[in-house]
């Protein structure tokens, strides 16, 4: 399985404005989280993940969401391609990235918030969770 975008949309009227991603399932999913970094660190990288697949979604402000194929979990290439997704709050979509990735989240103005969505229960998360150092693979601007 590949990264994707399941694109939403938004609904607005007198009432105010509905945003909504129909085309996601939440069949397989266990928990989620709200994460918002902080100003004097906007990055928060690498979390590699060997089972879990994360669902990102954009509540408030921006993000980069970027993310590489893992080809060795003991020792991955340095070399291997940095993928980039920006998600915005004023664009209803949800970035899937399959088991298999490490992620960067990079909070492009103050205050964003971004929801995730993950399939693995909180139980198996030490199994599977990865991380490695944020300046492990290059993030280009």
């Not at 970027?66 to 940095?82: A, Q, T």
């Not at 970035?95 to 298999?100: L, Q």
């Not at 995730?116 to 601007?141: C, E, H, M, Q």
Request: include cysteine; hydrophobic fraction near 40%; glycine fraction near 4%.
């Amino acid at each position: 399985m590949i990264p994707k975008i399941i694109q939403g949309g938004d609904f607005s009227d007198h009432r105010g404005t509905i945003s909504f991603v129909n085309d996601f399932s939440f069949k397989d999913i266990e928990r989620f989280y709200i994460i918002s970094n902080s100003d004097e660190n906007p990055i928060r990288a690498w979390q590699g993940h060997k089972l879990d697949a994360k669902n990102f979604y954009c509540l408030n402000g921006s993000f980069k969401i970027h993310f590489v194929k893992i080809d060795n979990w003991e020792n991955p290439s340095k070399d291997l391609i940095v993928e980039t997704i920006i998600v915005s709050a004023s664009d209803s979509k949800i970035v899937h990235i399959p088991s298999g990735y490490a992620n960067a989240i990079e909070s492009l103005e103050k205050d964003s918030k971004l929801i995730s969505f993950s399939t693995l229960p909180l139980s198996n998360v030490s199994d599977d969770d990865v991380r490695f150092v944020a300046d492990y693979w290059k993030i280009n601007g």
